[in-house]
């Protein structure tokens, strides 16, 4: 940004630490109280007790949930991060502004069209696991059990396609807890 504007290095070196410093000054009575009495202290304690617990999943350990859709070139097109790691994707992409879009249909998939070879439209719809119910905007694998020769192309193909996005995020390494 600053090279645009052929700001000299040292200049930018002498600004930005002068404007944080007004900006803090400016609204640190406003925006940052450090508590002063045990009462304050415990309501912050007390705070944390109460959200630690919201993003306490069900593995044992505490996360944050991110959500994203992935294009076929492994590019984000959308993501909600913070999502509490107690609550199930489902129950996180259910309260999305994505989902919202797809119900309220400004989503702006296309009409269906059929797929390569075939006459049959079929809707465009979202690929997710397990989790996620059935509907017709989002497709989910069949269950294991029992599955015929079409179900097990099916799920082959959906998890072609999962895979990209699981791929799409890089392999960050997991903390069980808190030291």
């Known amino acids: 940004m600053f090279y645009v504007r052929r700001v000299p290095h040292d200049t930018i070196s002498l600004l930005i630490p002068e404007v944080c410093q007004t900006i803090i000054d400016e609204y640190k009575d406003e925006v940052m109280k450090c508590p002063t009495t045990p009462e304050e202290w415990r309501a912050i304690s ?11 999943n069900y593995k044992g350990f505490y996360s944050v949930v991110l959500m994203a859709l992935v294009d076929a070139d492994y590019k984000f097109i959308w993501a909600d991060i913070g999502g509490m790691g107690s609550a199930s994707d489902a129950q996180i992409y259910n309260a999305s502004e994505l989902n919202e879009c797809v119900e309220d249909g400004s989503i702006g998939f296309p009409d269906p069209d059929p797929f390569p070879n075939d006459n049959q439209d079929v809707p465009y719809f979202f690929v997710g696991d397990d989790a ?3 509907l017709p905007n989002m497709m989910k694998p069949y269950s294991l059990r029992g599955m015929t020769r079409p179900e097990r192309i099916l799920n082959y193909r959906l998890s072609r396609a999962r895979r990209v996005a699981e791929n799409a995020l890089p392999s960050w390494p997991t903390v069980s807890k808190f030291s």
Not at 46 to 56: I, P, Q, T, V, W
């Open 46 to 56: 007390d705070k944390f007790m109460e959200s630690g617990s919201l993003y306490y």
């Open 132 to 134: 996620f119910a059935l």
